[in-house]
């Protein structure tokens, strides 16, 4: 796929402008030239944003497992494809072939045929970073199932939630997971989650830490003899383009996630195009993307990018910090890693450890850094790019979403000259837009505004699982004819991007996209909360950190504070997963509401910022009185 490089600042002004002056022939040579496909297209883009409804290569067939293994085993079969790493870095590496891959993945997904699985079934994946996710997401594509990964992070409320919103039939899970010196018992999630869970008819459990768990007569089964007795071969089901590939759930304005349906064709073409620029990956290159599959970061660039190109891709169980913080970097050295993909919490959280952690290893080996997941502080981005950079490797600062399916905005590296902060310009057949409060497009630069995209690009999501109509009310509602993005953004005077953060209910903490009603849903349940709100506000390590505002039923509840707030974080753990846990809880007799009852969370967040010298006109507010309680309370 070596075609498809971008060499310079002139040669990538040159392709953007072919992108959008004609972004069918723009797409379709890039389709031509490097899949497999078994019908080819009859209509490259169909679309309408009202509805809205988009197609793209409409009328091919394919399927993106033949593309992402069976293409490379001519002429990389015996080539690393998965590097596993483990948690313990005294347990062994494994290097996964194409060929093994193949094999493995063939395996699995006649166990999945065995066990009555078919075309457009959907298939929940509670795994760990072990080398069965990888194989299992592939197994569900090479069949035609529809995957629904689910982070193992997760409790079992959410993941019940996720596995009936678009009733799964089977669920794959581990024993249980490690994590740093944590073991977790995912099986035991999982069986709690299925007390309430009737479509699923199927658990294929991997060992993987050997913990005693309960398996269920006649619903649950042992995956390794199931693999073992399975044939080495299958053949791929031929999925037309638009054929669902994956569901994967993002938070929302609401308590219930939103399962963002990704079709296949597409979401292949712009995944492939996408890592091979933004990541300059070349054939003898070892690729690492810090992130879990759980998340669309690594569907699109742990797995369906990187073995597209059939790249060396490596999966890491653990954390940054176990055995110690030397951690990744002892990987890089040890993998000679080139590209190296992770978030800014993680790179906060690295950049407050001593120097010495990062100075035992040898990073030579990098040529492409990159971020995603939140804005990129300034003294973090310095630091990427002084000591583990040293100041000669590019740093990619990659804008996307669960929605986008693949990297929007993003230097390329060699060629875009890269500021601190600054996403920089479109890929090539993006065309981003800003927009002001009145609905109108800002044109000119500079220009400060709300971040939309006016033309569809192929690995756009293409509706919400069983809601089209939330999926039309979210996204393409705001702004007439456009996707609105949910997050703000600056434009200098280059066209250069800057995302500055979302301006709607959703707060991400440590790279993680909570929604505010979830949250508040969960408080509430506890029967002494009458009412709560949640707002963000900075954290050094994690960006952002969650401040929770709350109403108790009695007023001079007799219980002790510490006491409920520990319930309170005990609730949000239990229902949503420990990522969403409060870090300051602050009781209150009441919350700033307006006229029609809605309550005025501007105010909360200048309170949780500390900004309480100008929090603006109160005086409209039904209860006013209740902010000078507030401040004065403040935590
Ligand atoms: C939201 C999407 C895409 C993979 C990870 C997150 C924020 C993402 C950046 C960036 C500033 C960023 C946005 C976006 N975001 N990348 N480089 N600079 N903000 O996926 O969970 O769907 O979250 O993450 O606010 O809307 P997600």
Redesign the pocket.
């Known amino acids: 796929m070596s075609q498809y490089h971008i060499k310079s600042l002139e040669e990538y002004f040159q392709v953007y402008r072919k992108s959008i002056r004609d972004p069918e022939t723009f797409w379709e040579e890039i389709a031509e030239e490097n899949f497999i496909w078994r019908k080819r297209w009859n209509k490259v883009l169909d679309w309408d944003f009202s509805k809205p409804k988009v197609t793209w290569f409409q009328g091919a067939q394919l399927n993106i497992t033949e593309n992402c293994i069976d293409r490379h085993l001519p002429t990389r079969g015996n080539k690393t494809a998965l590097i596993f790493e483990p948690n313990n870095p005294e347990e062994k590496t494994q290097h996964i072939t194409y060929k093994q891959l193949h094999q493995r993945v063939c395996q699995f997904a006649n166990v999945l045929k065995e066990k009555g699985i078919k075309k457009g079934d959907r298939v929940c994946i509670y795994l760990p970073m072990i080398p069965e996710l990888a194989i299992s997401v592939l197994a569900c594509a090479r069949i035609g199932a529809i995957h629904s990964v689910v982070f193992a992070g997760f409790s079992a409320t959410a993941l019940r939630t996720r596995i009936n919103d678009c009733e799964c039939n089977m669920v794959i899970t581990s024993d249980g997971s490690f994590r740093g010196n944590k073991t977790i018992d995912l099986k035991v999630i999982v069986d709690e989650a299925l007390k309430d869970a009737p479509c699923v008819e199927t658990v294929l459990v991997a060992q993987r830490t050997h913990s005693e768990i309960e398996m269920k007569e006649g619903r649950d089964f042992w995956l390794e003899p199931l693999i073992e007795a399975a044939y080495k071969d299958c053949a791929i089901e031929v999925m037309d383009a638009e054929d669902p590939l994956f569901i994967l759930y ?1 938070s929302g304005s609401t308590g219930m996630p939103k399962g963002m349906m990704h079709t296949t064709a597409g979401y292949m073409v712009y995944i492939a195009y996408t890592f091979k620029n933004v990541f300059q990956y070349r054939e003898e290159d070892v690729y690492w993307c810090t992130a879990d599959i759980g ?3 690594g569907h699109s660039y742990i797995l369906y990018g990187p073995l597209a190109n059939g790249a060396t891709t490596v999966m890491f169980e653990g954390v940054p910090n176990y055995p110690d913080w030397g951690r990744f970097w002892q990987i890089v050295e040890k993998h000679k890693v080139n590209q190296f993909y992770t978030a800014p919490t993680a790179i906060r959280a690295l950049a407050k450890e001593n120097l010495s952690f990062v100075e035992k290893y040898d990073l030579s080996s990098l040529k492409v850094l990159g ?6 502080n300034e003294e973090a981005w310095h630091w990427y790019d002084d000591i583990i950079g040293k100041g000669n490797t590019p740093i990619v ?8 399916g693949g990297i929007m905005i993003s230097p390329i590296p060699f060629v875009t000259p890269t500021i601190p902060t600054f ?1 920089t310009l479109p890929f090539p057949g993006i065309q981003p837009c800003l927009m002001d409060e009145t609905g109108e497009e800002i044109k000119g630069n500079p220009a400060n505004g709300r971040l939309c995209v006016k033309f569809p690009w192929p690995s756009m999501a293409r509706t919400i699982w069983g809601n089209h109509q939330r999926y039309k009310d979210t996204y393409f509602s705001t702004f007439e004819n456009k996707y609105f ?3 703000g953004a600056l434009r200098d005077n280059t066209g250069y991007y800057r ?1 500055t ?2 301006v709607d209910d ?1 707060i ?1 903490v440590s ?3 909570l929604g505010t009603a979830p949250i508040e849903d969960a408080i509430n349940e506890h029967p002494a909360v009458a009412e709560s709100a949640i707002v963000g506000f900075p954290h050094d390590v994690k960006g952002n950190a969650l401040y929770g505002y709350v109403i108790l039923k009695e007023t001079g509840e007799t219980r002790n504070h510490g006491n409920l707030r520990k319930e309170i974080n005990q609730l949000i753990t239990e229902k949503i997963g420990p990522i969403a846990k409060l870090d300051k809880i602050q009781f209150t007799s009441g919350l700033p509401k307006t006229r029609s009852g809605k309550i005025m969370r501007r105010i909360l967040r200048k309170i949780a910022h500390k900004e309480t010298s100008n929090l603006g006109d109160t005086s409209t507010l039904l209860n006013p009185e209740v902010v000078q309680e507030i401040i004065e309370n403040a935590l």
């Not at 971020?371 to 990129?376: A, H, N, S």
Request: charged share 15%; hydrophobic share 35%; proline share 3%.
């Open positions: 993002t998340w669309i970061t971020t995603v997941g939140e804005p990129i600062d990659t804008w996307w979403q669960t929605e986008t996403a993005t949910g997050d995302i953060g979302r959703v991400i790279g993680h996209n």
